[in-house]
């Protein structure tokens, strides 16, 4: 589904596309490949029930907000549900794939999202846990960083540095 240069999900990420489209497409993909029923009434919703907030980034943002950092997460989003007064309260932009109308990794998202934190490219730190993301944050003069267990020592450093927005 995600290789594909206009796949459904590229479009759903793009809100071109509903997330129902995405969960009847991807329930029926399932169901051929295990041959077995797969339900797409709220198939996403169950694919991300495990999700939780990562605690060390979110202390990250805290004290960059604290030294007076832009900050701002962007994400490829599939319609989810997200906890958007305690993404609100941690950053000073949401940018969502479906909501802007583009997704990682075209670099018209990330020139969008500097622009929404009103600074150039190149004074931005980028955060991801996608390689192919983190590269195309790079093509437009960010700072990439793929997300790993030295993510929040190297943030800190980049902090202390003066680096202006993450």
Known sequence: LHNQSDSILHQVERGEVSREALERELAARLTERHDRQVDPEALLERMFAAVEVNDAMVE??????????RTAVLSNSWGNTYDEPLLESLVDAVLLSDRIGLRKPEPACYEFAASAL????????????????????????????????NTVAILGELIGNGTTCI
């Open 60 to 69: 990250v943002l805290g004290y960059a907000r604290n030294v007076g950092w």
């Open 118 to 149: 009103g600074v150039s490219p190149d004074a931005c730190v980028f955060v991801d846990d996608m390689r192919r993301n983190v590269r195309g944050a790079e093509h437009v003069g960010m700072t990439g960083l793929c997300y790993g267990e």
